[in-house]
């Protein structure tokens, strides 16, 4: 007896027949055979010495597809509802906000009471080569001849030759919370007609603040930002010859003291831009 063919696309019997898969003795059928009809939920008629033939009949389920079928389709169904979710999902989460800029307190403002100070000196430069005041300032011929007069040498002013000397203003910034024996930076200008201050030094000169009291001493050579070289009817000058510096030229002496505290021990805090927006955040 020859066994049907089985059906197309059957995903159950796609490979031979279940005459050669599961014989059957001629008593019945096996134990193998009895699980096979049992897993297809059918009765395989049977006749005595003769193989039987199994049903070609799967179990459908309510969309027309068999079970293996319905796996897939759950499968592409859970498969196109996670990629649905991933793409909406993120769209339905509040906006996030950008973080606020980070700025530091010292940055926009400043305590009350704590800032620098301004201080000033009148003093003269000596060791210029020849490019020092003229004769015609009288101020520093006069200055000169003081000097000297302080040391115990007593010079008329008129037999004074200041060629090689030039007067000057210093000025400095006193900062903040400054000890006494801390050195500043000091500004040297000429107030007179010199050519250029290059190769000069500063004599002792104090600086006075507002108040009128000294608050540092400067002394120093110059050092300047520019040069001034000429000859035989030619000049040459770049930057300003007649401005110096003496980095840490100032020797502190006396001390600015720091009131920053109210009465009530609080501290008062200015901005530098005033603003309410900001001074509400602060």
């Not at 759950?74 to 906006?95: D, E, K, Q, T, Y």
């Not at 006494?180 to 250029?196: E, L, P």
């Amino acid at each position: 007896m020859s066994c049907p063919p089985p059906p197309a696309g059957s995903p159950r019997f796609a490979r031979g027949t279940a005459q050669t898969r599961f014989p059957l003795p001629a008593g019945g059928t096996s134990r193998r055979g009895l699980s096979f009809i049992r897993a297809f939920g059918g009765v395989f008629p049977a006749s005595r010495g003769k193989p039987s033939c199994p049903p070609t009949r799967f179990h459908l389920l309510a969309g027309g597809t068999s079970r293996r079928g319905s796996s897939t389709s759950h499968r592409l169904v859970n498969f196109s509802l996670a990629v649905g979710l991933a793409l909406v999902f993120p769209a339905l989460l509040p906006a996030q906000q950008p973080a606020a800029p980070t700025v530091r307190l010292k940055d926009i403002a400043q305590i009350r009471g704590v800032r620098t100070n301004q201080l000033v000196g009148y003093g003269i430069v000596v060791g210029l080569e020849g490019t020092g005041d003229s004769n015609g300032a009288l101020f520093t011929v006069q200055s000169v001849a003081n000097m000297l007069e302080r040391f115990g040498i007593t010079v008329p002013p008129n037999a004074l030759k200041v060629k090689n000397v030039a007067a000057v203003m210093v000025t400095a910034e006193l900062p903040p919370f400054a000890r006494a024996g801390n050195t500043i930076d000091v500004v040297v200008s000429s107030i007179g007609d010199a050519r250029s201050l290059q190769g000069g030094t500063l004599l002792q000169t104090p600086l006075r603040g507002a108040d009128g009291q000294v608050y540092a001493v400067a002394q120093g050579p110059l050092s300047i930002g520019g040069f001034n070289f000429g000859g035989g009817g030619a000049r040459v000058q770049r930057n300003h010859t007649t401005v110096g510096r003496i980095p840490n030229g100032a020797l502190i002496e006396r001390e600015v003291p720091a009131n920053f505290l109210q009465g009530d021990n609080s501290l008062t805090i200015q901005l530098h831009k005033p603003d309410f927006t900001t001074a509400a955040r602060v």
